[in-house]
T-cell receptor, first 114, second 116 residues
Framework: DTEVTQTPKHLVMGMTNKKSLKCEQH?????MYWYKQKAKKPPELMFVYSYEKLSINESVPSRFSPECPNSSLLNLHLHALQPEDSALYLCASSHLAGGSYEQYFGPGTRLTVT | AQKVTQAQTEISVVEKEDVTLDCVYE???????LFWYKQPPSGELVFLIR????DEQNEISGRYSWNFQKSTSSFNFTITASQVVDSAVYFCALSDSVDSNYQLIWGAGTKLIIKP
């Protein structure tokens, strides 16, 4: 079962709101990722978790705060976002972290910041 | 530096035509991995194939086939007898062993439109 789930599918939030994006996988993968994708662009890597520890933070602003409660779950906490943060946020997982492993993506959360 | 070029921004064909999506990559490493992903309008990125640099065999999966040529640094993707459901943005991506950040280097994507 190669499935990564994400909730919510759509999210509209004001600049002063606090919200969270959730991601779950049950493939036994030990690496999980957050990507941001703007329209008509490829995904941009934000964070990588390997064995539930943050291993990569691609200079993401602190208003984005990731959390990995266990090997199956990945959260992205959002606070004081800007309108330019509006995008599709994709979660992915792979067997292990490392460029040789294919990543499986969730359906994404379409975020609009007003 | 690594780079992936998908020169075709958009391709439009009529259903049942064959179509080839081009991907040219740059890397100085001898060990690297190439990927193709499909992104339909729904937004989910779907993994299609992974190829490592030591395996130049072409691959066929149903109507999909991939041609990997190290001599020209290309990893092209052909859809035979295209169908409307093939309409999507297709991304080619590269990862090599010198990249310790586990980051995929993505091409800009090719939007494929299959007209009925």
């Amino acid at each position: 079962d190669t499935e990564v789930t994400q909730t919510p599918k759509h999210l509209v939030m004001g600049m002063t709101n606090k919200k969270s994006l959730k991601c779950e996988q049950h493939m036994g993968h030990r690496a999980m990722y957050w990507y941001k994708q703007k329209a008509k662009k490829p995904p941009e890597l934000m964070f990588v978790y390997s064995y539930e520890k943050l291993s990569i933070n691609e200079s993401v602003p602190s208003r984005f705060s990731p959390e990995c409660p266990n090997s199956s779950l990945l959260n992205l906490h959002l606070h004081a976002l800007q309108p330019e943060d509006s995008a599709l946020y994709l979660c992915a997982s792979s067997h292990l972290a490392g460029g040789s492993y294919e990543q499986y993506f969730g359906p994404g959360t379409r975020l609009t910041v007003t | 530096a690594q780079k992936v070029t998908q020169a075709q921004t958009e391709i439009s064909v009529v259903e049942k035509e064959d179509v080839t999506l081009d991907c040219v990559y740059e890397t100085r490493d001898t060990t690297y991995y190439l990927f193709w992903y499909k992104q339909p309008p729904s937004g989910e990125l779907v993994f299609l194939i992974r190829r490592n640099s030591f395996d130049e065999q072409n691959e066929i999966s149903g109507r999909y086939s991939w041609n990997f040529q190290k001599s020209t640094s290309s990893f092209n993707f052909t859809i035979t007898a295209s169908q409307v459901v093939d309409s999507a943005v297709y991304f080619c991506a590269l990862s090599d062993s010198v990249d310790s950040n586990y980051q995929l280097i993505w091409g800009a994507g090719t939007k494929l439109i299959i007209k009925p």
